[in-house]
Protein backbone atom coordinates (compact mmCIF):
# COMPACT_ATOMS: atom_id res chain seq x y z
CA UNK A 1 0.00 0.00 0.00
CA UNK A 2 1.30 3.38 -0.87
CA UNK A 3 1.83 5.58 2.02
CA UNK A 4 -0.11 8.25 0.66
CA UNK A 5 -3.01 6.05 0.26
CA UNK A 6 -2.64 4.71 3.66
CA UNK A 7 -5.43 6.83 5.60
CA UNK A 8 -8.23 6.47 2.61
CA UNK A 9 -7.42 2.41 3.53
CA UNK A 10 -7.32 2.62 6.77
CA UNK A 11 -10.99 4.83 6.50
CA UNK A 12 -12.41 1.99 4.31
CA UNK A 13 -11.20 -1.11 6.26
CA UNK A 14 -12.68 0.91 10.15
CA UNK A 15 -16.12 1.62 7.80
CA UNK A 16 -16.13 -2.06 6.49
CA UNK A 17 -15.55 -3.48 10.18
CA UNK A 18 -18.33 -1.43 12.03
CA UNK A 19 -20.94 -1.89 8.88
CA UNK A 20 -20.23 -5.64 9.24
CA UNK A 21 -20.42 -5.33 13.37
CA UNK A 22 -23.76 -3.82 12.65
CA UNK A 23 -25.15 -6.42 10.15
CA UNK A 24 -23.85 -9.36 12.36
CA UNK A 25 -25.49 -7.99 15.57
CA UNK A 26 -28.95 -7.03 13.40
CA UNK A 27 -28.75 -11.03 11.90
CA UNK A 28 -27.64 -12.93 14.94
CA UNK A 29 -30.28 -10.70 16.73
CA UNK A 30 -32.84 -12.05 14.24
CA UNK A 31 -32.03 -15.54 15.01
CA UNK A 32 -32.60 -15.04 18.46
CA UNK A 33 -35.92 -13.98 18.21
CA UNK A 34 -37.51 -17.18 16.98
CA UNK A 35 -37.13 -18.79 20.51
CA UNK A 36 -34.32 -17.67 22.70
CA UNK A 37 -32.71 -20.56 23.90
CA UNK A 38 -33.24 -22.24 20.27
CA UNK A 39 -31.66 -18.76 18.90
CA UNK A 40 -29.09 -19.07 20.76
CA UNK A 41 -28.24 -22.73 19.74
CA UNK A 42 -28.11 -21.43 16.35
CA UNK A 43 -26.08 -18.75 16.63
CA UNK A 44 -23.72 -20.32 18.17
CA UNK A 45 -23.63 -22.97 15.48
CA UNK A 46 -23.61 -20.26 12.53
CA UNK A 47 -20.74 -18.60 14.18
CA UNK A 48 -18.58 -21.59 14.81
CA UNK A 49 -19.26 -22.63 11.40
CA UNK A 50 -18.04 -19.35 10.17
CA UNK A 51 -15.19 -19.31 12.23
CA UNK A 52 -14.10 -22.75 11.10
CA UNK A 53 -14.48 -21.74 7.15
CA UNK A 54 -12.21 -18.34 8.23
CA UNK A 55 -9.94 -20.58 9.67
CA UNK A 56 -9.18 -22.82 7.18
CA UNK A 57 -9.64 -19.77 3.84
CA UNK A 58 -6.90 -18.13 6.04
CA UNK A 59 -4.24 -21.03 5.66
CA UNK A 60 -5.04 -21.32 2.22
CA UNK A 61 -4.04 -17.21 1.59
CA UNK A 62 -0.88 -17.15 0.20
CA UNK A 63 2.34 -15.17 1.87
CA UNK A 64 0.45 -16.15 5.26
CA UNK A 65 3.48 -14.95 6.96
CA UNK A 66 4.92 -11.95 8.28
CA UNK A 67 7.07 -9.75 5.58
CA UNK A 68 10.26 -8.10 6.21
CA UNK A 69 8.41 -4.83 6.71
CA UNK A 70 6.20 -5.56 8.92
CA UNK A 71 8.53 -7.39 11.46
CA UNK A 72 10.55 -3.82 11.37
CA UNK A 73 13.70 -5.10 9.69
CA UNK A 74 14.52 -2.66 6.97
Same mark, same amino acid.
Given at each position: ????? +??? +? /????? &????? #????? =? /? &??? *?? =?? !???????? !??? *? =? #?? +?????? *?? /?????????? !?? #? #?????
Amino acid at each position: MPTDR +AGV +A /AGVLN &AARQV #SGGLG =V /A &AFG *AL =VT !TGFEDGLR !TSL *A =V #SA +ALLTLT *AL /ATTRLPGGGP !TA #S #SRGSD
